[in-house]
Nanobody, 126 residues
Framework: QVQLAESGGGLVQAGGSLRLSCRAS????????MGWFRQAPGKEREFVAS????????SYADSVKGRFTISRVNAEKTVYLQMNSLQPEDTAVYYC???????????????????WGQGTQVTVSS
């Protein structure tokens, strides 16, 4: 059983930065693509960013391109989301997830992920 634990959320003013971390349990972290999703109150969960297993390919939602950067350190079994120039519309619970397929692709759909963390709250004040 894989467990994912997010950390790093908090309250920040508009224009500020946060770095989210997601540490995974288990021994096969480097086999899988990892992703970040978010869910704002009253809205559906949405894709934020994805990174393939060796970190050589990443994908971003249009709303965060140029502001957010996803990265991973396989030796630490950790995936990061560096968030800069945060805006109030970035306020949400952020979840990390592990793709179900062993491949080098990146994935943007939540049904392509099978393990999820419990989420970390990010609140951006105006």
């Amino acid at each position: 059983q894989v467990q994912l634990a997010e950390s790093g959320g908090g309250l920040v003013q508009a224009g500020g930065s946060l770095r989210l971390s997601c540490r995974a349990s288990g021994r096969t972290f480097d086999w899988y693509t990892m992703g970040w999703f978010r869910q704002a109150p009253g809205k559906e969960r949405e894709f934020v960013a994805s990174i393939n297993r060796n970190g050589g390919s990443a994908s971003y939602a249009d709303s965060v391109k140029g502001r957010f950067t996803i990265s991973r350190v396989n030796a630490e079994k950790t995936v990061y989301l560096q968030m800069n120039s945060l805006q109030p519309e970035d306020t949400a619970v952020y979840y990390c997830a592990r793709a179900y397929a062993v491949s080098s692709r990146v994935y943007q759909e939540d049904h392509e992920y099978d393990y999820w963390g419990q989420g970390t709250q990010v609140t951006v004040s105006s």
